[in-house]
């Protein structure tokens, strides 16, 4: 499905959509509606972002375990700026939410609100791929030179990759098995080798 709005065209593959699907169908949990709901907040932050840098992105396209964004954004504090803007807004409506439970005692809202928390933190990891690791290499662009500052951020996803996979390793072995840390360190392995 292609549509534009702001003069940007957004494309939503039908493998997109039919993950999204399944996994709102197969949720037994209630937790995959607002964390999908955090994700498209988050999104929402950066598109923001580079709306009011004028620096809107031409196409935005929604495919299976990804965003792509394609901009004419050419790096420093404008990218800084931009990839600091999705986990803030996650932050942010993590305290409103927060501050709705403390006043009505709301479970829901601390759900919600402990998801975009997650949401927000995580995409602060100074590692490839998420906005934390935008942030740093940017940072480490104006002190070195992009090879240099590329190698750097090489071994710090290895580090968190290692640190992640010795975590997954030392729940199995307490016979407490969690995907998500085997998943985070092939991710982070397989980004320390084909980015930057």
């Known amino acids: 499905m292609r549509f534009r709005a702001f003069g940007t065209e957004f494309y939503i593959s039908f493998l997109f959509a039919a993950v999204i699907t399944a996994l709102i169908a197969a949720d037994r949990t209630g937790f995959v509606l607002p ?3 955090a994700v498209l907040i988050h999104e929402l932050g950066h598109l923001a972002a580079m709306w ?7 196409r935005v396209r929604l495919v299976p375990a990804a965003v792509e964004i394609t901009t004419k954004i050419g790096g420093g504090k404008h990218e800084i700026f931009i990839a600091l803007c999705g986990p803030t807004v996650n932050l942010l409506l993590f305290t409103v939410l927060f501050l709705n439970y403390l006043a009505f005692n709301n479970d829901g809202y601390l759900t919600i609100g402990l998801i975009n928390l997650l949401i927000g933190l995580f995409n602060l990891l100074p590692v490839t791929g998420l906005d934390g690791g ?8 104006r002190r070195k030179d992009p ?5 750097i951020m090489r ?6 990759a290692l640190a992640a996979l010795i975590t997954a390793i030392t729940l199995c072995f307490r016979g407490q098995f969690n995907l998500s840390f085997f998943i985070l360190a092939l991710y982070l392995a397989v980004m320390s080798v084909i980015k930057i």
Request: charged share 10%; hydrophobic share 60%.
């Open 35 to 37: 964390l999908l709901f």
């Open 52 to 58: 009011v840098l004028d620096c809107a992105p031409k």
């Open 134 to 141: 935008t942030v740093l290499f940017n940072l480490l662009c």
């Open 147 to 151: 090879q240099k500052a590329g190698l």
């Open 155 to 160: 071994i710090i996803n290895l580090s968190v």
